[in-house]
């Protein structure tokens, strides 16, 4: 399936517009994020409910950004975004769904990214790869863990063309992680796709 950069544009946008804007933020440690961390124990731990993520994120020290710097994602809707920044990094984490056209169906990709600025890339990839227990699919935009969450465990694909996207998220179980990469950036998206 091939994804176009939507979300890490959007995100290192964002990134580079927000530290400007005055709002109060929440106390956090000058440590750099653990993105891997993170993406558990916001967007893992919610599975796809949007107001339960936005609680996990508050509990974290985030903040809501404003509507006016919220970023826009083609074809998505119900996106909200949060943001924290220390002296090591800044950190946004956003939630939505993005919806796709694939041959007939049409597919349903409820998200929840974390996003950082800096992020040591090549440490980052060794400990995703790590901890996901399998290698990513290659795409044009991103590296991506594609699976179905069955009750054995983990089913990992090996390949995401279009028609192998939709019998997966045609069951309904179909987990995926991406990781994108933009400047010193890094995004890490859960998503629960599924067809409408």
């Not at 000058?30 to 409910?49: E, M, N, T, W």
């Not at 019998?167 to 990781?179: E, H, I, K, N, W």
Request: aromatic share 6%; net charge positive; glycine share 6%.
């Amino acid at each position: 399936m091939a994804f176009r950069r939507p979300f890490a544009a959007v995100i290192s946008a964002a990134l580079m517009v927000l530290p400007g804007v005055g709002w109060a933020q929440a106390e956090s440690p000058d440590a750099p994020v653990d993105l891997i961390a993170l993406l558990d124990r916001v967007c893992v731990a919610a599975q796809g409910d949007r107001a339960r993520a936005a609680a996990l994120a508050a509990e974290a020290g985030f903040s809501p950004v404003p509507d006016s710097f919220r970023p826009r994602l083609r074809n998505s809707s119900e996106v909200t975004a949060f943001m924290r920044t220390n002296s090591a990094d800044i950190t946004i984490v956003m939630t939505g769904k993005v919806t796709r056209r694939l041959g007939r169906e049409r597919a349903v990709l409820e998200f929840c990214g974390v996003s950082a600025r800096p992020t040591d890339h090549r440490a980052l990839d060794v400990r995703l790869r790590t901890a996901m227990g399998f290698p990513p699919v290659r795409d044009s935009s991103m590296d991506a863990y594609a699976w179905l969450q069955t009750p054995e465990g983990r089913a990992p694909a090996r390949s995401l063309s279009e028609p192998q996207f939709i019998s997966m998220a045609a069951t309904g179980q179909m987990r995926m992680v991406g990781l994108e990469r933009s400047g010193p950036g890094s995004t890490l998206i859960y998503f629960l796709p599924h067809l409408d």
